[in-house]
């Protein structure tokens, strides 16, 4: 046995966190195959999202049905709750008084339905939190970034191009397109058509252009992909193959309360920032990231606008003075544990928070590390990351999708497939599960099940019955033996008595061979040994645990004379 590999396997194994109990089995339709039982990979997932704040997160994407919000509009007794309270916060004529220069695609009714369609911006808090409090800053902090994103960004001074003398903070909405693209151009398909996994996601249409469109100038496929996916209750393909109706349908708002909503770990949701719902971090709080308007920035484009060298970027600038002219207008305090800029802040993307046990991540990415007790040491799980996968936490049946690699993003995984119900399997023979299995090879640590008991194995062993000592040492339970049937003793027959022969003398072990005993003897190349009535020489320097049985690599079997 290789030694590097065993110390290395031993120093994984100290290492390695508890993980949930799986039974893995071979499948019996794919000989290269697995299955393993909804329920365990059910389990797993509970496990590794049980923080509330998951559970946080998934309300707040959740979504109402198309034809509920489409049937929204100003003024309606049947509009749901969460958009009555925008109407009462934000009325019609607020609405105006900020998009002056607005593009004609972008109206009231449109940004009613792209509230309606998430209930929880603009809901009800029921914790003592002022709901039309935060639901006025919310819709506030989202113009700040509509009039630096999609703005007119022209001087009050301008009479010509602004005769009515507007603010800045009032020019917002008026790109639904990037300048420079329509309609029928093809664009913005980076990384269309590749073998990866977000082309099998997300796959691009032919013809089609991702440039930006929308309050949130919405660009590429992958997120054209992932916003088709919530609207349209999981098909990416609706706006993959009509890219257009983010400019065009109430979908151009409700791309910005999406990105409004949703949490791009480690960066937390927007709404989270405001509504004082998440926690930084203490290697946030290190960074200068806290609460206020300035953490909105590092998170939709901190690299670029935040840190000290930023400080008196254009960008930045604008979306603070916009952020300004906004909350002085409506009367929106700064709280004293908030800061309206972010040139004080580290940018998320320079913020290591690899190892955080206070951050939470929202992808699932194969789990690589090993588990001794299952096939080919592979987890068979999936963990959270802090990076884009093609699988999301907050996404039912996204973990499932990750433990059987539904679109190929872990090489070398194995075939997984899962099933409601696993059939019973000989714990004695089970390659799958952790009963010991005569061919496999086990290191110190190690624990199986055998005949109803569970043992641990005090070095390397292979072949060795637990039941039998040796290598193995009992953990808990009691082994069961069948009871043999039991044969009638049959009829001795008188036999002649044998003329006595003498007893041979034992040949005697020659002094030169040592008696070799599983886990105590040290021998060196050349010393001979005995070991079950065989005798071997000893090579390529064994230690204690090599069975002069079980290896020819480290023995060599001669006479005993």
Known sequence: MNKTRYLTALAILATTPTWAAMNIQPDPDNPTGYVVARSDIEAAEMQKTADPMYQIWSQALSTAPNTVVEAIDAGLMSNPDNVKRAERVFPQAEWDFLTHMAAPEYTYTRFLRAIGKFPAFCAEYTDGRDSDAICKRSIVTAFAHFAQETGGHIAIDNTSDNPLGLEEWQQALVHVREMGWSEGQEGYTTGCGQNDWQNKKWPCAVGQGYFGRGA??????????????????GDASVLLNNPGLVADSWLNLASAIWFFLTPQAPKPAMLHVIDKTWTPSQREIDAGIGYGFGTTINIINGGIECGEQNKDKGQP?????????????????????????????TPYGSL???????????????????????????????????????????????????????????????????????????????????????????????????????????????????????????????????????????????????????????????????????????????????????????????????????????WDEISCQ
């Open 352 to 554: 290591n928070l690899n190892g955080a046990t206070d951050v939470l991540y929202t992808n699932w990415d194969g789990n690589w590390k090993y588990y001794a007790d299952r096939p080919g040491g592979y987890s068979f799980e999936c963990e959270l990351v802090g990076f884009q996968t093609a699988y999301s936490a907050l996404v039912a049946g996204d973990y499932e999708k990750c433990v059987t690699n539904l679109y190929g993003s872990h090489s070398s995984w194995p075939e997984v497939r899962v099933v409601e119900q696993l059939d019973p399997v000989d714990p004695g023979t089970d390659p799958g599960g952790n009963g010991w299995d005569i061919n496999k090879v086990y290191n110190a640590g190690e624990q199986v099940t055998h005949n109803g008991a569970t043992y641990q194995a005090k070095w390397w062993t292979q072949g060795d019955d637990p039941s039998q000592g040796g290598p193995w040492e009992p953990v808990s339970g009691t082994p069961t033996t069948p009871e043999p049937t039991p044969t009638p003793d049959p009829e001795p027959e008188p036999t002649p008595e044998p003329d006595p022969t003498p007893t041979p003398e034992p040949t005697p072990v020659p002094d030169a061979f040592i008696q070799w005993q599983p886990g105590t003897s040290q021998v060196a190349d050349g010393d001979k040994v005995t070991y079950q009535g065989k005798c071997f020489v000893a090579k390529n320097g064994p230690g204690v645990w090599e069975s002069p049985i079980q290896s020819n690599w480290f």
């Open 317 to 345: 600038v604008n979306r603070i003075r916009y952020w300004e002219g906004l909350s002085n207008h409506y009367q929106i305090p700064l709280e004293t544990d908030e800061k309206s800029t972010c040139w004080q802040q």
């Open 216 to 233: 949130k100038q919405l660009s590429y496929h992958f997120n054209y992909g992932a916003f088709s996916e919530v609207m349209f209750d």
